[in-house]
């Protein structure tokens, strides 16, 4: 098998964005553009990824990370002078070349194999698709026996030309020693006045190479980003992708066309989700779960059993197997719900496990805290950790009961199977088995009401 290296075009402005960010970074399924396409040329075998980018690029070496290259193009001179200098990044080992735009995420490890396997002795190989609406693609212009003549860009078209229907998919490859003497005679004569990396097959061609012509199905794998309209549209095919895989693997999903998953999120086989939710990247989901419509979870961690009910909402958590979680409740990061426990109606966790089999059922704060097995915390309780400086812990022991209304103010100590009274503000350790009660003495003033028609007036 040849050496094989991709370089990624990364260097555009993406003005018709309307953005500062660049177009490569921003999302689809929870992913950079550019990260989708990083990973398919892995997931393609490649012995090294380049990165061809801006002068300003230290987002996305930070979006990306350090295991590619990286290659500067400044200025931008057009994807030719791009491809040269992803180039320089590659070593004189590297046979084969694939280029392919960093803005074109739903594009296939499988397809790049098979644009591989089917170059044959071709010098250079190009995917295209047909369109129905070509516009803002490079036509595809063969000869009688339906070999390619030429590539054209689409400011360079004549009427003609502008009304072929086949286009130019941005997805190249090239052997190494082919492109780069291609790329040495490049001009910039056209409309542009850029170097189109296009030109470089007609080189080939002129030059008594081979060029060969793979024609793609499915025009959504092919398909870039330009404007939001399109980010919107890559976008909705990752999403559809993602939920048949998860079908395929048994999940069962109530309304597909309602339900949002990301790229980099797992499901276990069994697991119902309803219509409304949304699966952000980083989430696994064990087998057996029922996730109850409108509910997000984010980077998160559901064992098997796990039930997520109505609005809820789970960010960088870990919900252990069949604990149970809502309706309209919020997990923040660092929240740990054990085995069995049950966080309810409008409890609000962050930095706080709830151990197992415990419960926080109703309109409750748990800010940095550990709560023990089998405890409960009644309604209206609240963790007072931050003192306006410093946040501060709170430790609830095995089988403790906390009543109602309670304010626990922290650093405090609530004991093994001790019990706080209705109503206490508690700023004290409690022991264990004890009882701890602080509130204020009840005062009656028996006929201190004023009758009906006696109240002052003014």
Known sequence: MPTVAVVILAA???????????????????????????????????AMVALVVPPE????????????????QDPPRGTGDAARC????????????????????????????????????????????????????????????GSLQKIVEESDCDDQQQALCEVNAGVYLFRATALAEALAELSPDNAQGELYLTDALEVIRRQGGRVALYQHHDIDEVSGVNTRAELAGVEETLRRRNIATLMAAGVTIRNPDTVLVDTDV?????????????????????GGCTIYPNARIARSTLGSGVVVL????????????????????????GAHVCAGAKVGNFVEMKKTTLGPGSKASHLTYLGDAEVGANANIGAGTITCNYDGKNKHRTEIGDGAFIGSNTALVAPVRVGRGAYVGAGSTITKDIPDESLGVARGRQIIKQGWAPRDGEKDKD
Do not use: W
């Open 57 to 72: 690029h230290a987002a996305i070496r930070e979006a990306v990370g350090d295991d590619v290259e990286y290659e500067v």
């Open 266 to 286: 797992l499901v276990g086989p069994d697991t119902t989700i309803f219509p409304g939710v949304t699966l952000e990247a980083g989430t696994r989901i064990g």
């Open 86 to 145: 992803g180039l320089r990044a590659l070593g004189d080992d590297v046979e084969l070349v694939v280029v392919v735009n960093g803005d074109g995420p739903c594009l296939r490890a499988e397809t790049l194999r098979a644009m591989l396997d089917s170059r044959g002795e071709a010098d250079g190989v190009f995917l295209t698709v047909q369109r129905d609406d070509p516009t803002g693609y490079g036509r595809i212009v063969r000869d009688h026996d």
């Open 310 to 333: 109505d609005g809820s909402v789970v960010e960088d958590a870990i919900v252990d197997e069949d604990a149970s979680v809502g309706p309209y409740a919020r997990l923040r990061p």
């Open 12 to 46: 555009g402005e993406g003005s018709r964005m309307k953005s500062a960010l660049p177009k490569v970074l921003h999302l689809a399924a929870g992913e950079p553009l550019v990260s989708h396409v990083v990973n398919a040329a892995r997931g393609a075998g490649a």
